[in-house]
């Protein structure tokens, strides 16, 4: 158990929808990353918090945004859905802002299904 | 631009075979260096990692040695059980930022 809980564990919705994934990081921990993981694309780097502020973007579609708050959880909000953006999302966390010193603990998923 | 070159799966292997899987990397200045893996239905876990050149990485029978020289960060594991089938995902950090290879998918057959 990483310590990472992700909710829900699966969505299934349809396009043109908007949906909201919710991550609790691991007690103790500041920064909160989100990913996107599907066969063709591979793990994908979304976006990163660390203690409430945005410290690094990556391929994250305008259509797409998070927000950490003040208990350190984070959100990550999916609108005008596509099928395209049928994934599994993962959240994880880490102690420090920086991955290079501070691995990265993964929740579980959600797993997006978009018809 | 930095990125993460791994040797494509699926890879099936005979228990208590012998595994290497390739990674290769592409950074600029000192990146840290990654292996995590990912079992059925789980999240990545970190498996092990290297700071700095020839450094070796090991956990579970796992190893993995920083060679600057060749910009290599090959895993390696003596036997595998069926239990290490998963997907392996090589990984590197030259900033703050982390980039994951492609992941090489591992079948251990009894």
């Known amino acids: 158990d990483s310590g990472v809980t992700q909710t829900p564990k699966h969505l299934i919705t349809a396009t043109g929808q908007r949906v909201t994934l919710r991550c609790s990081p691991r007690?103790?921990?500041?920064?909160v990353y989100w990913y996107q993981q599907s066969l063709d694309q591979g793990l994908q780097f979304l976006i990163q918090?660390?203690?409430?502020?945005?410290?690094a973007k990556g391929n994250i579609l305008e259509r797409f945004s998070a927000q950490q708050f003040p208990d350190l959880h984070s959100e990550l909000n999916l609108s005008s859905l596509e099928l395209g953006d049928s994934a599994l999302y993962f959240c994880?966390?880490?102690?420090?802002?920086?991955?290079?010193?501070?691995?990265?603990?993964f929740g579980n998923g959600t797993r997006l299904t978009v018809t | 631009g930095n990125s993460v070159t791994q040797m494509e799966g699926p890879v099936t292997l005979s228990e208590e075979a012998f595994l290497t899987i390739n990674c290769t990397y592409t950074?600029?200045?000192?990146?840290?260096l990654f292996w995590y893996v990912q079992y059925p239905g789980e999240g990545l876990q970190l498996l092990l990692k290297a700071t700095k050149a020839d450094d070796k990485g090991s956990n579970k029978g796992f190893e993995a040695t920083y060679r600057k020289e060749t910009t290599s960060f090959h895993l390696e594991k003596g036997s595998v059980q069926v239990s290490d089938s998963a997907v392996y995902f090589c990984?590197?950090?030259?900033?703050?930022?982390?980039?994951f290879g492609p992941g090489t998918s591992l079948s251990v057959i009894p």
């Open positions: 994880a966390s880490s102690e420090g802002q920086a991955f290079y010193n501070s691995p990265l603990h």
């Open positions: 990984a590197l950090s030259p900033d703050d930022k982390v980039i």
């Open positions: 950074a600029t200045g000192y990146p840290s």
């Open positions: 007690s103790g921990d500041l920064s």
């Open positions: 918090y660390y203690n409430g502020e945005e410290r």
